[in-house]
């Protein structure tokens, strides 16, 4: 798939990187690295989409010149994914077991909701620095019910070191495919990266 201008993902997860080389979207990829503390008066929908946001502004640092040998103007793709349940409590990355467990034991035999924003922007190298000149955001949203889960089935995953890096604790594409029972939804968007509509900011540009 063609696009005007060259596209940047702005991470290095290798989920969203394969979902755009499975539709053939051309791409390089620049890590980005920044904190991601929520802080107590944000709303989940605030902190996510602060979190595509801060990447695309930390990403201009280190976007050097060698970036747009191609064109002056590039695009820059930046997501954040969380888990999020009924209570409105965020699920990030587990900092060990029992976090994991304590997520976990919420999430068994119940529905839980992934959420994924998406940010495109548009940046041009201007007087030797890089700058956003527009951007566009997305947020996508997907049920997802768990089996019940006993202590040992999450130990056992636990030692895996599958759920370690993962938002809620899981991988549908991978060993966490087996306690879902069901989606409603976008299943990319549970994987990291919503396809359909990370397309439709590309093609906006």
């Given at each position: 798939m063609q696009f005007l201008?060259?596209?940047?993902?702005?991470?290095t997860s290798p989920r969203r990187h394969e979902l755009l080389n499975?539709?053939?979207?051309?791409?390089?990829?620049?890590?980005?690295?920044i904190d991601e503390t929520k802080t107590e008066q944000e709303t989940p929908t605030d902190?996510?989409?602060?979190?595509?946001?801060?990447?695309?502004?930390?990403?201009?640092t280190?976007?050097?010149?060698?970036?747009?040998?191609?064109?002056?103007?590039?695009?820059?793709?930046t997501a954040d994914t969380i888990g999020v349940l009924k209570s409105g409590q965020v699920l990030q990355k587990p900092t060990n077991f029992d976090d994991a467990c304590q997520m976990w034991q919420q999430m068994s035999d119940n529905e839980h909701h992934?959420?994924?924003?998406v940010q495109v922007s548009q940046i041009q190298h201007i007087d030797n620095t890089a700058k956003i000149i527009n951007h566009q955001q997305r947020l996508v949203k997907t049920s997802v019910q768990f089996i019940p889960l006993t202590h040992s089935m999450m130990?056992?995953?636990?030692?895996?070191?599958?759920?370690?890096d993962k938002a809620g604790g899981y991988a549908i594409q991978g060993m966490g495919?087996?306690?879902?029972?069901?989606?409603?939804?976008?299943?990319?968007?549970?994987?990291?990266?919503?396809i359909v509509e990370?397309?439709?900011l590309l093609k906006h540009f």
């Open positions: 201008y060259p596209i940047i993902l702005g991470s499975q539709c053939q979207i051309l791409h390089t990829v620049q890590s980005i690295h902190y996510i989409l602060r979190m595509v946001n801060d990447k695309a502004k930390s990403a201009l280190s976007l050097t010149a060698d970036f747009f040998e191609q064109s002056n103007t590039v695009l820059l793709i992934v959420w994924t924003a130990r056992d995953y636990w030692h895996t070191g599958e759920p370690h495919a087996m306690w879902v029972k069901a989606i409603n939804g976008s299943y990319s968007n549970v994987v990291g990266l919503p990370t397309v439709e």
